[in-house]
């Protein structure tokens, strides 16, 4: 008996557990058919922010939780009702009639098996900032909730530059602080060497260009110092911001002092109007001399025509007077040292002239600043460039020293490292340079491209990436994102043609600066660039057969 009776508790409680089983199967599979009555949508309270470029979803949830495959999903932008951006309908994502700028962007990723129709936006432009509306519509009813997408944009690097204050009292002086294209409207804060915010007296005003980009500038009065600097900083939060610095004070010659800088701009005009005087006076000597050689040359071989003799310079019989002219003109440009001066027979009337005509290098040396914004400013710092066959990568070949092409590589090849490149063979470590790489050629447009500079010795592995931190300066462009410099975040840099990049290297100053030599004006600087030796580099690109050249 007693046997027989824990059978049959055996058998009951296995019965027991299968019903449960079957009720805990089913539960799930009720919850996931089809509402028969009405629903709701959960959407975002505030707005969903993204990066330019990156991908985001944009949330939204039916609720009560049911299986909405059966339904019709549809998201559209505000400013178009008509056209969606997506269309789910009969069991798939319709092709038409969505807005074409959306296609291959967007999908849904939620799982509609759970409720989620979440919309998922791909390579995020500024022009899909906006209201968004999530509709959800069955045969008995149906519901829209709005979400709304900001884009963020870092801008540029504040520029900033100091002037004298109207009234000129006080010993203030204006400082200014400007950065452009942002997205959406940044904050710029002012703050001392000691890191404190300073609020006093101070303006903010933005401007909006055509694009929705933003550019804010701000100026305040503040006490003309040597030593204590200014910090300006933009920012949309604390990981998308940009900073410069200025000491606020008007530069004045080397031997001026705070106080004096009218009586030393002066001094230095008077200065350099004597220094001009004196070059003057040098040029019209040496014209009035060429001159009166050139006639004497003449007397002599008209009395050497006259006895019969052969002239002495045949070189010079042979000019005409277009030639000779040439000769008299070159010679306004021509300023000889004393030694030259003396090793052609020219007695030397004034002392130090060697001194009066300075390079560029000898110009910096000498106090003068100079301005990156201006592209002819950088442009006489030009140097001769050649590519390092030796040290490119495997699948360039280069020509000439000067042209670079992409080859394509090999099966049984393995290269050393996967960044594409080529070194120059030249390295600098001091002074400044400028150099142009064409990176267009006619009318065919490369598919990407990057030009730029390194520094000694740097890591070569595959795994290791082209920034800053490991020694590359670079400016890319790339078909599908367009150009851009290696910093985290990238910022926008707008190109509407470019044919030709100007590179210009400081080292004495540390920055490097990219320049469009089609419209001569400047692209973007980079302003803590330290190493001790730099080295030229650029890549003609993957996969891209049509060449790069250094002019």
């Not at 204590?228 to 610095?245: F, I, M, Q, Y």
């Not at 290791?464 to 910022?491: A, M, R």
Request: hydrophobic share 35%; with cysteine; aromatic share 8%.
């Amino acid at each position: 008996m007693f046997t027989t009776f824990g059978n049959r508790g055996t058998m009951h409680l296995g019965l027991c557990l299968r019903v449960l089983i079957l009720v805990a199967l089913t539960v799930p599979i009720r919850a996931a058919q089809p509402a028969q009555e009405t629903f709701t949508l959960t959407v975002p309270n505030g707005p969903t922010s993204t990066l330019s470029g990156s991908s985001v979803s944009l949330l939204c949830q039916v609720s009560p939780l049911f299986n909405v495959e059966p339904l019709e999903v549809r998201w559209y932008h505000s400013s178009n009702i008509h056209s969606p951006a997506l269309l789910y309908k009969d069991h798939k994502i319709q092709e038409t009639p969505v807005v074409p700028r959306y296609r291959g962007r967007v999908s849904l990723t939620g799982g509609m098996e759970r409720g989620n129709v979440s919309l998922t936006l791909e390579r995020v432009t500024l022009e899909d900032r906006g209201e968004y509306v999530c509709q959800v519509s069955s045969e008995q009813w149906y519901e829209k909730a709005s979400v709304f997408l900001t884009v963020n944009v870092t801008g540029r690097e504040p520029v900033l530059s100091v002037a004298e204050a109207r009234g000129g009292g006080g010993g203030q002086v204006n400082v200014t602080c400007s950065s452009e294209g942002w997205s959406p409207q940044p904050k710029l804060t002012w703050r001392n060497k000691d890191g404190a915010e300073i609020r006093n007296e101070q303006e903010v005003l933005n401007t909006s260009d055509p694009q929705g980009l933003v550019s804010v500038s701000s100026w305040l009065l503040y006490a003309c110092s040597y030593s204590d600097w200014l910090a300006c900083t933009v920012s949309l939060s604390e990981e998308a911001k940009r900073e410069g610095r200025i000491l606020p004070h008007i530069y004045t010659a080397p031997t001026a002092v705070p106080g004096v800088y009218k009586e030393a701009l002066i001094v230095t005009l008077i200065l350099s109007l004597v220094i001009i005087c004196a070059l003057c006076s040098v040029i019209l000597c040496k014209r009035r001399g060429s001159m009166w050689s050139s006639s004497q040359k003449s007397r002599n071989r008209s009395d050497q025509a006259e006895l019969g003799q052969r002239p002495a310079d045949q070189t010079e019989l042979g000019k005409g007077p277009a030639e000779t002219e040439h000769l008299i003109k070159g010679a306004e440009n021509t300023v000889q040292t004393p030694t030259e001066q003396s090793a052609a027979g020219n007695d030397v009337h004034l002392e130090g002239a060697e001194n009066t005509v300075q390079t560029p290098t000898e110009q910096r040396a000498a106090g003068e600043e100079l301005n990156l914004n201006d592209w002819h400013h950088v442009k006489i710092f030009k140097v001769n460039i050649l590519l390092d066959e030796k040290n490119a990568h495997p699948a360039i070949r280069i020509n000439k020293g000067k042209r670079a092409h992409y080859v394509k590589e090999k099966d049984t090849e393995k290269p050393s490292r996967t960044h594409l490149h080529v070194f120059s063979e030249e390295r600098f470590s001091s002074g400044q340079h400028y150099w142009e790489v064409k990176v267009k050629d006619g009318t065919t447009e490369k598919l990407s491209w990057y030009v730029g500079v390194a520094r000694e010795n740097v890591d070569k592995r595959p795994a290791v990436p082209l920034t800053p931190q490991n020694g590359f300066w670079i400016l890319s462009y790339d078909k599908e994102q367009g150009f851009h410099v290696n910093t985290d975040p990238q910022p926008p840099i707008t190109v509407a043609k470019l044919t030709i990049v100007g590179v210009f290297l400081d080292c004495d100053r540390h920055t490097l600066s990219f320049y469009n030599v089609d419209t001569k004006s400047l692209l973007y600087t980079f302003t803590d660039v330290k190493t001790s030796n730099y080295f030229p580099l650029l890549s003609p690109g993957r996969c891209d057969k049509i060449p790069i050249k250094i002019n």
